[in-house]
């Protein structure tokens, strides 16, 4: 589907698919305009790269931050920090309504119980509410990062709404040359062992050798948490 009066995702993704983080962000925020753009941040391990390149785009392209109740203290200081350190001008905080946690989730048990209903009410119908405003939406996502992710185009059809992955082409070399020329700071919790951070229940430290992604969801099927997989309305 394509959202009234922009490009398709196809035309888009054929013009900007060699192009690079920064030029497909400045195309996004072109065809789309800073008031119907967003970009969506976890705060996670490999964020500051994402954020850094935004920025210094444009500072002022809103941020949405998905903060489902479980996330670490560390996530939450990371995001007051990269706030300061980048001066990110509109970062929005969502979190999950009240009067959905309380019928659904009234034991906080439903990460265990059934994690794909647990992302549902706290990540994927919170992400929904916050687009609501917008035609198209940034996120970190990598081809390197394999399973459902490898063969993701540069712009893709979110359904109601674009969706641009200024990463897709990326290393995990570059990601690692932003954060050392810009002089990122690391996550709190990335020298204690946690490649890539998610809600406290559902994550794991790493060991030597395995995917970033493997102590997500760790001795389950389950390796995204919907918002990626289910197209938002
Ligand atoms: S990652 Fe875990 S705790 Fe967080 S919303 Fe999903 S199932 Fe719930």
Redesign the pocket.
């Given at each position: 589907m394509r959202p009234a009066g922009l490009p398709s995702a196809d035309e888009l993704d054929r013009a900007l698919r060699n192009a690079a983080p920064a030029e497909v962000i400045a195309a996004a925020l072109k065809v789309v305009g800073r008031e119907r753009l967003a970009l969506v941040s976890s705060f996670g391990t490999e964020s500051a790269a994402l954020l850094k390149v935004m920025a210094d785009v444009d500072p002022a392209i809103p941020v949405i931050f998905l903060d489902?109740g479980?996330l670490f203290e560390e996530t939450l200081a990371y995001r007051d920090t990269l706030i300061a350190t980048l001066g990110l001008r509109d970062v929005r905080s969502i979190k999950p309504l009240e009067e959905t946690l309380t019928r659904e989730d009234p034991e906080r048990e439903?990460?265990f119980s059934d994690?794909?209903a647990?992302?549902r009410?706290?990540?994927v119908e919170p992400l929904a509410r916050a687009l609501a405003p917008f035609s198209a939406w940034i996120n970190g996502r990598k081809r390197f990062q394999g399973g459902l992710r490898a063969d993701i185009p540069v712009v893709e059809d979110g359904g109601i709404r674009l969706k641009f992955n200024p990463f897709a082409n990326v290393s995990r070399e570059d990601i690692e040359a932003i954060y050392s020329l810009a002089k990122l700071p690391p996550h709190p919790l990335a020298a204690s062992g946690f490649l890539s951070v998610?809600?406290?229940?559902?994550?794991s430290r790493t060991s030597a050798g395995e995917d970033a992604r493997a102590g997500?969801?760790r001795g389950r099927t389950k390796t995204e948490?919907g918002i990626h997989t289910v197209k938002t309305s």
């Open positions: 489902t479980w439903l990460w994690p794909d647990c992302c009410i706290r990540k998610g809600c406290m229940p559902c994550t997500r969801w948490c």
